[in-house]
């Protein structure tokens, strides 16, 4: 069936890009299969990661269907378009339909997006991944596809107003190799191992970025332990 709006919504945000003057750095774009299933999964510190994480996939001529959560697809404005570019919807309460659908897309030939993170996370920093992403790609037979966003969050994040003002602002985007999942393994091994490749290309992402705080008011972008104010990651829980 033919796209009839994904790329005019590409299109556009390619339009945004330009008139916002973001300069783009991105490295591994060789990784994304060319043809075939596959499972992307991004670290998640902006409400427009989806954008970014699908243009990562653009120089292999790839579509990404998100999951994201239903509401998004509710709204009378972005619920038309999420339907038409075929996202798939997550209603948290009855994920095994979400979960179906994706696998559905996978086994069809498409690159599914998923952020095991589930929410932005405030500190910048990786939260615990949910095993999804892994269960996904296991069930499907298809590979990970591992990316880490940087300087998104810049942009527009959670607790700050949306800032489309800043020019010459750096966005960087690392893609690692694609990852085989192994139904023999444990989707918590998988995912462990998916979790640490994802740190290993933001912690990449984070020392090739070319931007510095320009003061003590604008480092919360920047992680605690990297000297910025944005919160500490919560101390995991004892057993």
């Known amino acids: 069936m033919a796209e009839l709006v994904y790329p005019p919504v590409i299109a556009a945000a390619r339009t945004m ?18 043809r075939g299933g596959a499972v992307l999964v991004s670290n998640h510190i902006g409400y427009l990661d989806f954008v970014f994480a699908g243009f990562a996939a653009r120089p292999a001529k790839r579509l990404v269907r998100f999951m994201a959560k ?10 038309p378009l999420m339907r038409a570019m075929k996202h798939i919807p997550v209603d948290r309460a009855q994920g095994e339909h979400a979960f179906d659908h994706a696998l559905k897309s996978l086994r069809s030939g498409e690159i599914v997006g998923v952020f095991p993170e589930a929410t932005i ?6 939260k615990k991944f949910k095993s999804g992403a892994a269960r996904m790609a296991q069930q499907a037979g298809v590979p990970l596809l591992p990316v880490a ?7 527009w994040t959670k607790g700050r107003k949306r800032d489309f003002s800043r020019s010459h602002l750096p966005i960087t985007i690392r893609i690692g190799a694609p990852m085989e999942a192994d139904p023999a393994e444990s989707a918590a091994s998988v995912t462990e191992r998916l979790r640490e490749r994802v740190q290993e290309l933001l912690e990449a992402a984070q020392q090739a970025y070319p931007a510095k705080p320009k003061g003590p008011e604008d480092s919360w972008w920047l992680p605690a332990h990297l000297g910025g104010t944005a919160p500490a990651p919560p101390t995991p829980k004892t057993p």
């Not at 996370?121 to 990786?126: G, H, N, R, Y």
């Not at 966003?149 to 942009?155: A, D, E, I, K, S």
């Open 17 to 34: 890009f330009k008139a916002l003057d973001l300069r783009f750095d991105i490295a591994g774009s060789e990784h994304v299969p060319r």
């Open 70 to 79: 239903e509401s998004v697809f509710r709204h009378r404005v972005s619920g």
């Open 121 to 126: 996370s405030p500190s910048f920093t990786l």
């Open 149 to 155: 966003l940087w300087g998104t969050q810049r942009l």
